[in-house]
């Protein structure tokens, strides 16, 4: 089953596994240095290139498209010399099957109604964050409450503040 996509659904998470022998690890490195520049330019964001752990010879590149229809805009819009780049990585493919592309609508978690994230907390830089060892749970509270708390937790060695409001 395949989703139903409008220009302006997103943004899309793109990713492209290459298998390469480890003795061109270090070029194909180097031509990925190149597509990096090549896909910001077309408008890009997020990119990345990883090596697996487990199995050395994979590779997976990764970036944002805000939308559908920039994603296909920044397809449509390489130059010459960016499609010989993509070529260039693909050279390096080893194995019988051909590069693996996968495209991902990205959903992104909406907190709850009342509470408050972290970002927002840093933002507003109106509370601090503890971490509970024994629960293994984030927490954030208003200021005027914490204090005690975190006198608490610091003398018997349960949570570590992260971040403190100024």
Request: proline share 4%; hydrophobic share 35%.
């Amino acid at each position: 089953m395949r989703l139903v996509l409008t220009g302006r659904s997103g943004p899309l998470v793109v990713e492209i596994e290459y298998r390469e022998a480890q003795e061109n690890a270090k070029a194909f490195h180097n031509v990925m240095q190149d597509v990096h520049l090549a896909r910001q330019r077309n408008g890009a964001y997020g990119w990345s290139v990883a090596r697996d752990i487990a199995y050395r010879e994979l590779w997976t590149e990764r970036y944002h498209s805000p939308t559908w229809l920039k994603y296909l805009r920044q397809r449509n819009r390489a130059t010459q010399t960016e499609r010989e780049l993509d070529q260039q990585a693909v050279a390096f493919h080893i194995g019988p099957e051909p590069v693996r592309i996968r495209r991902k609508l990205e959903r992104r978690s909406v907190p709850r109604a009342g509470r408050q994230t972290y970002q927002t907390a840093l933002r507003t830089k109106s509370m601090p964050l503890i971490v509970s060892r024994r629960e293994a749970v984030v927490a954030i509270v208003k200021n005027q409450e914490i204090e005690p708390v975190v006198s608490r937790m610091q003398a018997c060695g349960e949570g570590q503040v992260l971040h403190r409001a100024r």
